[in-house]
């Protein structure tokens, strides 16, 4: 029964995991208690599992047998980080945050797991349907949400307040401009422009206009926001540029495509609140940070924040066509 359970509980740890960083705010917390209790389900079986595991170590060598080993680790890995993250362990200096380990090992445990179930062919018995089994899966998931409320409780008190967001994330040290760290969501790097040269192209139906650097800075909206990275950090400060919104037809909605000199790029709802900041807590931003002009989106994961913009299209396409999470 750990076998079956394990089989579920692993990617739907990994899937709610996803979910924390697609609803990077509001309803947020409901979903990282969901995904504490799944992960701290594995926990609770980590005794079953490992009398089931040492039945098969005892038993000969089967082919398959690398990837136990790895799916272990790997759930193992994700399990002492998420918890460790959670009370702060964060690696903040290192070149892999605790975060990143997390998610890096929990993708990967979720994916072993679908393969190992697939090839050992795990099936429910009839026992499993048993009522002594349902009574037993109770017993699990009542542990798990104890876990989970202890987990919680505790580090709602050696974390001083303010200091976690709902996604788990933790501020960073100092609030200054210098302090932030400059990420890239995967292999992102940091273009070469020239900010006299650079020209931001918006295209709304068959009308397009090129916006020098010289003409945005006509206005000067600004905008407190959090910036949220999924590496497990945030910072929050004053963005300063112009409003998405200026640079559209009056009255206009839809979405809008936000395209990086690089490539990446987002489609978001078009709100009041887009802003394309060229300046951060009242200096230039820097080229590491998205200069000359970046997307700020407040209450939206640091990686909707398109750096280096060069393009934007506006058109009613939703904003949903695009993959969850960028692949660049
Ligand atoms: C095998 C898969 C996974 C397991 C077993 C797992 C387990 C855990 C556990 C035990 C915690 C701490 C919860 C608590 O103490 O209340 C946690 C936190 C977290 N996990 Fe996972 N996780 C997995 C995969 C993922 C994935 C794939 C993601 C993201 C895509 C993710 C994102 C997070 C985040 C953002 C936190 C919050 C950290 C915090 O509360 O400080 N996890 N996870
Ligand atoms: N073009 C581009 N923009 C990007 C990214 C990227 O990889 N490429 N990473 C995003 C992510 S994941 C975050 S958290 C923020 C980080 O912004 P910062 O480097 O100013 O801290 O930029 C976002 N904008
Ligand atoms: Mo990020």
Known sequence: MANLVLLGVVPLAAASGFCMFVF????????????????????????????????????????????????????????????????????????????????????VAAVLTLWHAHHRRVRARRTDLSRRTLLRLGVVASAAGVLEGSAQAASA??????????????????????????????????????????????????????WSLEDLARWNDRQMAVLDCTGGWWTQQEWAGVRVRRLLPDGATGTVEVTSATGYHRRLPLTDHLLLATRVGGTTLSVGHGAPARLVVPGRRGYHWVKWVVRIDHDSQPWWIQPPLPLQ
């Open 24 to 107: 990077g705010s509001g309803l947020v917390w409901p979903i990282a208690v969901l995904h504490g209790a799944l992960g701290l389900t594995v926990f609770v079986l980590v005794p079953w599992k490992s009398i089931v595991v040492r039945r098969g170590l005892r038993r000969a060598r089967r082919p398959g047998r690398t990837t136990s080993v790895l799916l272990t680790a790997s759930t193992l890995v994700a399990l002492v980080t998420g918890v460790a993250h959670r009370f702060g362990v964060l690696l903040a200096d290192s070149p892999v945050t605790t975060l990143q380990l997390h998610v890096g090992a929990g993708v």
């Open 157 to 210: 008190l050696t974390t001083p307040s303010g200091v976690r967001r709902p996604t788990g994330s933790f501020k960073l040290a100092s609030s200054s401009v210098a302090a932030i760290p400059t990420t890239s969501w995967l292999f992102d790097q940091v273009p070469e422009l020239d900010p006299a040269a650079w020209r931001l192209t918006v295209r709304t139906g068959d009308a397009s206009h090129d």
